[in-house]
């Protein structure tokens, strides 16, 4: 299962002023990435901000995106619901669309063990034959999968993998040294700002939403850590951290969430690569004056002339 | 808007062993609750582990409901999801399938700030022509309705009421004092077990999940606040104190949530009322020494002989 | 051991402008407070600042209040401090200088277990011949007693009452529930804005730091209590919450410590009880336009004219 | 001021049975230290279990470390308690007792404000003419230094240094970045586990706790770092990070801080560094069959025979 690592962003999802999925932007994000050199796409993520997304867009966003990757590069999926049986509807769906494997959180909204946790993914992993990976979010779920709760699926192949976006390095570092042994179970950070620390310890692949932004900065920085440049990979990750500065230009006015997506937003639609900035309700836009200080960080890190 | 007000509970979803809804024990859930003198129901709520279900099983929970209520009491909807426009499609779902009223919380998965949470509120009112009542219940959505985002609601009429499980009294006294001249708002405690005192703050209503186990006890206590008789009302709650203690005695095998709505279900059914404890996964149902336990506790509050 | 019950205050700390204990100011507070009928005091508490003061302010304000209370109420103390010995020190000192009862809470800075929170009162119990009081304020200890700690404690004799600041009223009542055989026991609630609601639940007494302000609507609150008047109850109380608004005045500005007790002293100051209303470093004390701001609702509630 | 940077343990303080402070092994904990290469010392920090000691206590740790370092390394010293003045008086006893730096956290048990904590380092840094470093410790005292917090101490000259023990990776990074310029200002990490990461970033020391145990493996660890050896770094710390494991072993029985510390105490004694393993109150000390556990990860990682 070597196919899964390096830099796979997740998609941000460009959506039209009626709040229907952009395809023509839709697209060029796709071929942005990949034309850049990312190793694959993870589209229906948190960036892609998934929960705002019903039954039938999600499906028409899993077949547009197999269709436009055409096995260019694995896609993985985020089939991101609160409960068990919703899961495994969404991930049937995601299989059946074209899906190289599907993403999948703990339980949210019910309080849920550590111990419900093993069965909601072992659950999954009977009902549907397609690679699961963990993600661990807690800042949206609020519980966080523990070092034991990833290794124990991972060990008994219930998952195949780790997207671990929780921001305790410590623990993500645990869990690759117990899992050393496991060839074929491959853990990435979510993190933009320590990816290159996250590769020092060993993380087979990142998982950076900024990477919509500047995938090439990413690949530049996989691409170093992997000839074993850590100064180089520092450095570059020096100027990412820079740019990412642009997700706090509006919070404060908006949600951190609305800021930090709205950002990705603003600065691809400063770049050309999607038409409009538009946020799924109740979410706000960033205005103009958020979107001007937006593109002096883009010109100061030199995306942008 | 005077029908809505008393004790309306949240009502439980009994289920069969393959996880679909039993709907011959839900009838006799709603005909227990309303023949004990209930005010209302609330159905696909928290404690309906609603989060569970998809879409075509709330609508039939609502077009089940709604047939046998048969217009005796309001039947209040909860149309629970983590986004504005996931949202309006199960509220327009439930009104056409009969709901007096819908239930909405604060959206989840997303971090979302007031100013966003009352846009929410908002577009839905705007999209749906449906009563709604907020829901305040952190432990679930991980924010709290602030006082100024529930009065500011009420006042410019996005909302005719609030079911308020945040467990901060002090807040639901002041949001009650606050909209003491808008006799068409109605505020409602969803605590099971400081109602007596909540009344005695001037809540219009109570939500107390364990009605489902005594409504008869939540009526008396209704009744006797309604009078005024204070030391009977007391006296009601701290027997249903006792009754409530068997949310604990599953605690520490399975999670809280499951421990409690577990312990509903288990109490149901040693009283007739339920066919099965089924539990929705990933959640396990109480064993038979926990049920053991908990019919000692029906004994001793005088619900069992 | 009933003479611990009733209205008693945690007594504001009034400071000169160099900081030092401003004593004059002191002692027209306490006798403001047992003019209006106060049925004891509670010095050194969250709310006099205790934790800014060292070890011979702490001495010289025990002295001070004994000398001056000379037996009319009890006098309470608080002795707090980070962990088990330092408060044993402390608890040596109160009882020297005239206290009638120590205040500890659970350790903190150290992260602690509900196992060793037990133990920490059973060592000072051990130390020190005074009764003993628990204070459960998890927002500035960050950690909860729990029922079974307090119920614990309570009937092994080593503490003789709770003061409880958790806001958890549910929580409260369950230990009043358990402790009722236990006649020698009282269970105060540290809340401004609950207390008929508590009284009515069975609490023995009530420590409101706004009582600093006007202890006459607490006494009256009180009695109407004592009398079985729950409707006058409420309206005292209503009045009161109106009045515990001023906290808020300069939130937001200053942390909300600062607002709070800053914002008891200004009161205090513009009632003429205290000749200043200077704060220990590093909080600010409150400006000018919330001080008038504060002056309306003292004027609103009937206390300035 | 280049003399703080490095390894910097922060140094365990050894009890006798009677709870009073173990100066033989004391001293054989210093000269282990710097023995082993360690670039300074810091006493009376969390791990030294500060907040369990008394002025006098700290007064003599102090004069005993400096007698006994003599100026071969710097001596930093915390200055751990609740509020402004009482840090105040802890600084300038400490001054006086011979220490290069103090360490100053964050007020605690109070409720307090990025405003206020600037306020609180600034009043300290007038009244005492010693350097500053800040302490970010936000699971201690429940507030995290914010990155512009501690930046603008640092312009200001407020401080010289920070020790984060914050886990928050991205932020600390961020700080470094940002203070890049300032070459006086030196900033270290208080994690064991991602020490080879951190000096990646460019920290300019480290406080790992378990250096106390193995400080020659944090030499080695940043001796490797400073020239450019990566792959080394991370596999001394991969062999530290399985030694921190000690930590847990006691977890669940004891508190956290308990487990660790107990933990760092019980090898300690295991190695013959220091002579007992006693515990202050209310903690307890680890047992039998937890140090047999953890003698077991000694010899795991080369440590014991």
Known sequence: MTKFKGVVPPVVTPLNPDLTVDYPSYTRV??????????????????????????????????????VVNGRVPLIVGVIDPTTDRVIAHAKVA??????????????????????????????????????????????VHVKLQRQTVVTLAREGAIIG??????????????LLDLAEHKNVFLMTGSEIVVDTALLMGAH?????????????????????????????????????RLFEIVWVAQGRVSGGAAGIGAFKAAMRSLGII??????????????????????????????N
Not at 49 to 58: G, N
Not at 164 to 175: K, P, Q
Not at 234 to 241: A, D, G, M
Request: with cysteine; hydrophobic share 40%.
């Open 162 to 175: 780790l997207k671990d976006s929780s921001g305790d390095d410590g623990n993500f570092r645990y869990a």
């Open 95 to 140: 299989k059946a669309a074209g899906a190289d494997a599907v993403v999948v959180t703990a339980p949210f909204y019910t309080v849920t063990s550590q111990s419900e946790i093993l069965d909601h993914f072992r659950y999954i992993r009977d009902a549907v034959d397609i690679p699961l990976i963990a993600y661990d979010i807690p800042v949206c």
């Open 275 to 304: 038409d409009s900035a538009v946020m799924p309700r109740p979410r706000a836009a960033l205005n103009d004056a958020e979107t001007a200080r937006i593109d002096e960080i883009l010109r100061a890190t030199g995306l942008l």
């Open 30 to 67: 796709l071929e942005h990435l990949i034309d850049a050199g990312c190793h694959g796409v993870f589209v229906l993520g948190s960036t892609s901000e998934v929960i705002f997304h019903d039954e039938k867009t999600r499906r028409d966003v899993i077949e547009h995106s197999a269709k």
């Open 205 to 241: 692949g990142v998982v950076p939403g900024i990477a919509n932004v500047d995938p090439h900065g990413y690949v530049r920085l996989w691409d170093a850590a992997q000839r074993g440049d850590w100064v180089a990979a520092r450095k570059e990750q020096e100027r990412l951290c």
